[in-house]
């Protein structure tokens, strides 16, 4: 079991920033891969950036050059700092942690919301 408890998010203005962070707990492999995901009302659950513990980054495009994950293994912790949002960044952030090993499992924490005003 692995625990996922998420920090940072608020109300913030366009052009603002913000770090979210994500600190895992339990039973963590040293290959476990970990995300950011968010979810706007109505809308699907989509991928925000994800971090393997060696480094490897990927990026959804809408978040290119504004956004940076970055992660601490030693802290179990992941972070994503935010910078230039925009309206259309509002969401509920979600954290998420997976195995590569078998059993392969997926976690969540319970989200942070991020609101930002125009």
């Known amino acids: 079991q692995v625990q996922l408890v998420e920090s940072g998010g608020g109300l913030v203005q366009a052009g603002g920033s913000l770090r979210l962070s994500c600190v895992a707990s339990g039973n963590i492999n040293d290959d476990d891969v970990m995300g950011w995901y968010r979810q706007a009302p109505g809308k699907q659950r989509d991928l925000v950036a994800a971090i393997t513990a060696a480094g490897s980054i990927n990026y959804r495009d809408a978040v290119k050059g504004r956004f940076t994950i970055s992660r601490d293994n030693a802290k179990n912790t992941m972070y994503l700092e935010m910078n230039s949002l925009k309206p259309e960044d509002t969401a509920i952030y979600y954290c998420?942690?997976?195995?590569?090993?078998?059993?392969?499992?997926?976690?969540w924490g319970q989200g942070t919301q991020v609101t930002v005003s125009s």
């Open positions: 998420k942690l997976w195995t590569l090993r078998v059993p392969q499992n997926t976690y």
